[in-house]
């Protein structure tokens, strides 16, 4: 098993940026795949972003050249740096983790972290 633990979400405004942390423990030997979701009210869960075992990321559509994810040397910590927030980027942030692609089902949740951006 794998416990994973959001922190840094908050209240911002437009513009402004915040940063994201996992921290992971557990199993982490078994993680290949770490990322982040959002959900907005009433919106469909959707990736944000995700990092896999030779470092390679991908991102939504919606957060591409805004958000940068970073992990450490091991599957510790990961992080999602988000700058120029837009109000829309309002939503619970969900880190995941998988033993494989981080592609649904996904293996693991947090809780996750409310970021809430004013306009």
């Known amino acids: 098993q794998v416990q994973l633990v959001e922190s840094g979400g908050g209240l911002v405004q437009a513009g402004g940026s915040l940063r994201l942390s996992c921290a992971a423990s557990?199993?982490?030997?078994?993680?290949?795949?770490m990322g982040w979701f959002r959900q907005a009210p009433g919106s469909q869960r959707e990736l944000v972003a995700s990092i896999g075992t030779g470092g390679r990321t991908n991102y939504g559509d919606s957060v591409k050249g805004r958000f940068t994810i970073s992990r450490d040397n091991g599957w510790n910590t990961v992080s999602l740096q988000m700058n120029s927030l837009k109000p829309e980027d309002t939503a619970v942030y969900y880190c995941a983790a998988d033993r494989m692609h981080l592609l649904p089902p996904v293996d693991y949740w947090g809780k996750g972290t409310l970021v809430t951006v004013s306009s």
């Open positions: 557990g199993s982490i030997g078994s993680i290949h795949a």
